[in-house]
C-alpha cells in the first residue's frame, strides 16, 4: 500500500516502513507526525482525494532533525575579475513512516502485559457475576 502526501510545498509517494526527508517540522526525535493523504493505492485500487482522501492519514515518526548538503552558488562575470560563491545548508527532518490510513503499527505485547490484560478481564468479569 502506499499513498502520497503534502508537506512543506512538495508531495510525496510514500509506503510503510519509508524514510523520507522532508523540509523542517516541529518536533523532537521520537515525536510523531501525522499527514492527509491525497491518493491511497494498493496494487489494483486507487482512491484520489479532491483535495484529500477522507478518513486516510499518514503516520509517522520523526528520527532527527538535521541540515541537508550544502548547495553552492557560483556566480562569474567574464573578463570583469567578478567572481561570488555563496552556499546554503537547509534544515530538514527525516521522517519513518509507520502506517498509512487504516493500517496502525501494532506494539509488540510482552508476556508481563498479556498476564495484566488477562487478569484485568477476569476482574472484570468477576464483578458481573457476583451481582447475578
Do not use: C, W
Not at 519509508?18 to 491511497?40: C, P, Q, Y
Not at 505485547?109 to 451481582?131: S, W
Request: hydrophobic share 40%.
Amino acid at each position: 500500500m502506499f499513498a502520497v502526501i503534502k508537506t512543506g510545498g512538495k508531495q510525496y509517494r510514500v509506503a510503510a516502513d519509508d524514510v523520507i526527508r522532508v523540509e523542517t517540522l516541529a518536533g523532537e526525535a521520537g515525536d510523531a507526525v501525522k499527514f492527509d493523504a491525497l491518493m491511497v493505492g494498493d496494487g489494483s485500487e486507487t482512491k484520489i482525494g479532491a483535495p484529500l482522501v477522507d478518513g486516510v492519514t499518514v503516520s509517522g515518526e520523526i528520527v532527527e532533525q538535521t541540515r541537508d548538503k550544502k548547495k553552492i552558488a557560483f556566480y562569474k562575470r567574464r573578463r570583469h575579475n567578478s567572481r561570488r560563491t555563496r552556499g546554503h545548508r537547509q534544515h530538514i527532518t527525516v521522517v519513518k513512516i509507520t502506517a498509512i490510513g487504516g493500517e496502525t503499527a501494532k506494539p509488540k505485547r510482552t508476556r508481563k502485559a498479556k498476564a495484566a490484560a488477562e487478569t484485568e478481564g477476569a476482574e472484570a468479569a468477576a464483578p458481573a457475576e457476583a451481582q447475578a
